[in-house]
């Protein structure tokens, strides 16, 4: 069997490529974009990056999303196929796209609804972090680059659409759970846990990387937290769906709750955690439920190594 050109390159070096694949796919990607929307809306956002940022203006949020669905595919789903393709005779199965059993996916779904109240808890934690007055610079860069991102978001999901909701949940949650889980676990995890030789390091490192590519400091414990859950899913099941549909659950979860706020139907008071009464109670159910879960799904995992860790000479199963 031919083997491909990295398929034995030492660890640093295959990170140092998908790294340099991401790189150059969001840079094509974004001149595609920028392509398109100047045939389509006459506008460039290389040349006048401010255009874009009119969140007041119907069309611009649209050509935010579009620019949304651009980045994903040019920064996450290409590079990630291109990264396996360069290094497996098989990218699909190296990427861990093999069948998922069931209890994997009903369990994934619910340790993302029932963490909820554990996920807000800990971005409140997250939001008690001060830098030191030396460093108020950068808590300012940071704070406004969190406000940006809200903003954003709260432009794009914004809507009593239903036509435009339903394509959020493609642009907002579906892509970027494909794309992210593609890249951050199918790709990168299987190479820090051969190159560390341990598997909760390769967990938790990809984890982190996860959360600080978000570049939100404010939210970076609930999104490593998250990397984490996703990257256990996918290290005791062995297929990418898991942690896949999680990660949807998670995103559509939330461009649903953002669709219902417009619409007045529900608080928006929801999604926020005070260390009190009510809260406590449901943080501590939110713990008590998805660690029972996770338990569960450990005493059924797997022991076979991930998709991407067997060599192309051996044959990949998919789970019983």
């Given amino acids: 069997m031919a083997q491909r050109p990295f398929a034995k390159a030492d660890p640093f070096l295959q990170v140092i490529i998908l790294f340099l694949l991401s790189f150059m796919g969001i840079a094509v990607f974004l001149f595609m974009a920028n392509g398109l929307v100047n045939a389509v809306w006459g506008i460039s956002f290389f040349s006048d990056p401010a255009a874009i940022q ?16 651009f980045q ?20 699909r199965n190296y990427l861990g796209f093999i069948p998922v059993k069931p209890l994997f ?30 460093m108020s610079g950068v808590e300012d860069v940071f704070g ?78 609930p999104r490593m937290m998250l990397g984490a859950l996703l990257g256990y899913l996918f290290l005791w099941s062995r297929s990418l769906w898991t942690p896949i549909i999680a990660h949807f659950t998670n995103n559509a979860l939330a461009v649903f709750l953002l669709y219902m706020m417009s619409k007045g139907e529900i608080s928006e008071d929801i999604d926020t955690f005070t260390p009190s009464g009510s809260d406590l109670i449901l943080l501590m159910l939110s713990v008590v439920l998805v660690t029972g879960i996770l338990y ?7 022991n076979e190594p991930l998709p991407a860790l067997i060599p ?9």
């Fill in 72 to 91: 994903h595919l040019g920064m996450f789903v290409v590079p990630s196929i291109v990264f396996a393709a360069l290094v497996s005779t098989n990218w």
């Fill in 296 to 302: 569960g799904l450990n005493r059924i995992k797997s």
């Fill in 144 to 221: 406004g680059m969190e406000e940006g991102a809200a903003e954003l978001t709260k432009a794009i999901t914004q809507t009593d659409n239903p036509w435009i909701f339903i394509f959020n949940i493609v642009v907002v949650a579906m892509l970027p759970a494909i794309g992210e889980e593609m890249i951050f676990r199918g790709a990168l995890m299987p190479i820090l846990i051969k190159w560390t030789g341990k598997k909760h390091t390769g967990v938790w490192i990809s984890a982190a990387l996860f959360s600080a590519m978000h570049m939100q400091f404010y939210g970076f414990l």
């Fill in 54 to 69: 009119d969140y007041a203006n119907p069309q611009i949020v649209q050509v935010n999303r579009v620019l949304l669905m």
């Fill in 312 to 320: 192309d000479d051996e044959e990949r199963l998919p789970p019983e």
């Fill in 105 to 134: 996916a009903i369990g994934a779904i619910i340790v993302m609804v029932s963490s909820l109240p554990a996920i807000n808890a800990l971005s409140w934690l997250n939001m008690q972090l001060q830098f030191p007055d030396f």
